[in-house]
């Protein structure tokens, strides 16, 4: 059963603007949780090692690329206050190398670092990865926000699911190290992204795409679920996959 987001609130006059966000945002994981076979698989307990090995080299790849499309947004926000680029600067800065926890996560369910090639991203992890850029480059200048309104703070609802891949696969915190960070990390800086959203959106084509880029980033997002279940199949079957090296610790 899901949990609803921490209420928000305004300093300004945008209530009813983050009252439409998260409505919409609430709607749309509601239907994620409905439809994807990947939540189904983690809920039942019918998975191993190998799922979330497959989770997180994916979360390897497009994590790799966030500090840098946060940064390519900042880099063009000339319509924007200062303040609007320090944040894209400052949130880079601080996203800079968490693809490395995601990789310290894999390695550490018994596969060598030093010696181990990563597949190359799923096709729909490479869409959501190009998205962002796309997002970065183009439009609104503050529109990438609505990706960072959802990822900063997802963990209302995904927290049930981890608690589920902890037990299940016996998993320690240094095991964990992704996903402890940003747990830890996440509430302020959702709290900050509303803040500057609150200061630096200020017209109805700001929040039009802000929400636009939220439900869509977050629905890309299911898409990859989508596809790393596929994949988890494919090495239970014993059918072609880029990821037959993980039947190593499954």
Known sequence: MLTQARPRTSTHDNT?????????????????????????????????????AIYMTETHHYTAHNARNQALAGARAFDRQPQYLKFCFEHADEETGHELLALHDLCSLGLDRATLTLPDPLPATEVLIAYL????????????????????????????????????????????????????????HAKEVQKVMDQH???????????????????????????????????EEGRPTRYLFLNSIG
């Open 16 to 52: 009813q603007h983050f009252a439409r966000l998260d409505q919409a945002l609430s709607k749309a994981w509601q239907e994620l949780f409905e439809r994807s076979a990947f939540i189904r698989c983690i809920q039942s307990g019918a998975f191993d090692s190998r799922l979330y």
């Open 133 to 188: 850029y796309w997002v970065s480059e183009t439009g609104s200048t503050v529109r990438r926000l609505g990706y960072s309104y959802w990822a900063e703070n997802c963990y209302t609802y995904v927290d049930p699911l981890l608690q589920e891949v902890r037990l299940k696969l016996e998993l320690k915190d240094s095991q964990l190290t992704f996903f402890v960070a940003h747990s830890q990390i996440d509430d302020a």
């Open 201 to 235: 959106c200020v017209s109805d084509e700001d929040w039009e795409g802000v929400e636009q880029v939220m439900l869509t980033s977050l629905r890309l997002t299911g898409r990859m679920l989508d596809e790393i279940y596929e994949e988890y199949r494919a090495l």
